[in-house]
T-cell receptor
Framework: EDQVTQSPEALRLQEGESSSLNCSYT??????LFWYRQDPGKGPEFLFT???AGEEKEKERLKATLTKKESFLHITAPKPEDSATYLC???????????FGSGTKLNVKP | EAGVAQSPRYKIIEKRQSVAFWCNPI?????LYWYQQILGQGPKLLIQ????????DSQLPKDRFSAERLKGVDSTLKIQPAKLEDSAVYLC?????????????FGPGTRLLVL
């Protein structure tokens, strides 16, 4: 069964305390893996697309990596404004279906 | 570049009433998606259009939900009759066709509360 699992469900960090969020997936062929940020009351905001194992992408304090079974979103020296829910999604090659994880709610305290 | 537009932003209805949501995708995006996001969960795909045609509606409760995309641009999603469990955020997203990977861009969503 195709599915996406994110962990942890929630993460509390002190400002400047680096950490990683995990997205593990089982799909019948991966077309792409996506990371989104979602603030309360808003739609998901696109962050990254990863296409193949070994690929890495960076944006400010965020770095996304991809292996054959999982992706990590590394947050380096986070700030309170990084507080949000981070969603992972995959596009399967099977009929181009999309699957989202349940997200990791990140809270960065000053 | 203007983003995905949705209206209304909020809607409160009684159960068994009907409701409709509207979405205008990013200009030039051929693919349009409707998602349902229940509080605390990730978005669940309801229906995917490519231009005017339906690509995937396998998770759309067709006994009460319907969607259309006229002229390959705007789209409406309708619920009739609504149930309590339909309370959720309804997200619209669009994507360009660039190769086989479809990066989606989301609108702000419509928050529906069914009483």
């Amino acid at each position: 069964e195709d599915q996406v699992t994110q962990s942890p469900e929630a993460l509390r960090l002190q400002e400047g305390e680096s950490s990683s969020l995990n997205c593990s997936y089982t799909v019948s062929g991966l077309r792409g893996l996506f990371w989104y940020r979602q603030d309360p009351g808003k739609g998901p905001e696109f962050l990254f697309t990863l296409y193949s194992a070994g690929e890495e992408k960076e944006k400010e304090r965020l770095k996304a990596t991809l292996t054959k079974k999982e992706s990590f979103l590394h947050i380096t020296a986070p700030k309170p404004e990084d507080s949000a829910t981070y969603l992972c999604a995959v596009q399967a090659s099977n009929f181009n279906k999309f699957y989202f994880g349940s997200g990791t709610k990140l809270n960065v305290k000053p | 570049e203007a983003g995905v537009a949705q209206s209304p932003r909020y809607k409160i209805i009684e159960k068994r009433q009907s409701v409709a949501f509207w979405c205008n995708p990013i200009s030039g995006h051929a693919t349009l998606y409707w998602y349902q996001q229940i509080l605390g969960q990730g978005p669940k795909l309801l229906i995917q259009f490519q231009n005017n045609g339906v690509v995937d509606d396998s998770q759309l409760p067709k006994d009460r939900f319907s969607a259309e995309r006229l002229k390959g641009v705007d789209s409406t999603l309708k619920i009739q009759p609504a149930k309590l469990e339909d309370s959720a955020v309804y997200l619209c997203a669009s994507s360009p066709i660039v190769g086989r990977v479809q990066t989606q861009y989301f609108g702000p969503g419509t928050r529906l509360l069914v009483l």
